[in-house]
């Protein structure tokens, strides 16, 4: 499996809801990313985990909540978003300095 | 503070010709650096990338060259093929390995004529 496999593919939540996205990879890769990319930009950092733990926030707003459960999952909990938040969401993951990313998650607030 | 500049926002080439793609830096500390292709509405693939302590690494269709005393790398397409048509962005991280930081550029779009 040489992969990042993201769920869902698209998501449309109002600004009161709560959900999550879904990353994974068998790659055997410690290193596992959260990026948030606008259209016509490049992509954003938003989370680091090294070794399932949290390495780097990039001072992300805390209606995103990310989780990583095990070496191979990484959740994003999104509540409480924005219309300004609505964005492809990117998973990423790396065991040297490549890193591989998903296909995304289309997310829309309305 | 653009730390990875890609200053051109297109490309136009002919099938068969060269591409080739520019990326500057100003963080000294970058040490490694990768291009990555992407799709409208897919997540970034992973094209080819190079250490700081080389000045070329070659995969198949794809070269990429880097002048450190510049801060200036580029991509390389031979011979360009209309799949290729795509947005391509270079990246560059510090004191590299798992879980380091990518800083990107803005991207440039390239397309190839038939």
């Known amino acids: 499996d040489t992969e990042v496999t993201q769920t869902p593919k698209h998501l449309v939540m109002g600004m009161t809801n709560k959900k999550s996205l879904k990353c994974e990879q068998h790659?055997?890769?410690?290193?596992m990313y959260w990026y948030k990319q606008k259209a016509k930009k490049p992509p954003e950092l938003m989370f680091v985990?090294?070794?399932?733990?949290?390495?780097i926030n990039e001072s992300v707003p805390s209606r995103f909540s990310p989780e990583c459960p095990n070496s191979s999952l990484l959740n994003l909990h999104l509540h409480a978003l924005q219309p300004e938040d609505s964005a492809l969401y990117l998973c990423?993951?790396?065991?040297?300095?490549?890193?591989?990313f998903g296909p995304g998650t289309r997310l829309t607030v309305l | 503070d653009q730390q990875v500049k890609q200053n051109s926002p297109s490309l136009s080439v002919q099938e068969g010709r060269i591409s080739i793609l520019n990326c500057d830096y100003t963080?000294?500390?970058?040490?490694?650096f990768l291009w990555y292709k992407k799709y409208p509405a897919e997540g970034p693939t992973f094209l080819i990338s190079?250490?700081?302590?080389?000045d070329k690494n070659e995969d198949g269709r794809f070269t990429v060259f880097l002048n450190k005393s510049a801060k200036h790398l580029s991509l390389h397409i031979v011979p360009s093929q209309p799949g290729d048509s795509a947005v391509y962005f270079c990246?560059?991280?510090?004191?590299?390995?798992?879980?380091?930081?990518?800083?990107f550029g803005k991207g440039i779009t390239l397309s190839v004529r038939p």
């Open positions: 985990y090294s070794y399932e733990k949290l390495s």
């Open positions: 990246a560059a991280s510090a004191a590299g390995g798992a879980n380091s930081k990518l800083t």
């Open positions: 963080n000294s500390m970058f040490d490694y």
């Open positions: 790659m055997g890769h410690r290193a």
């Open positions: 990423a993951s790396s065991l040297y300095n490549e890193q591989f």
């Open positions: 190079i250490s700081s302590i080389k």
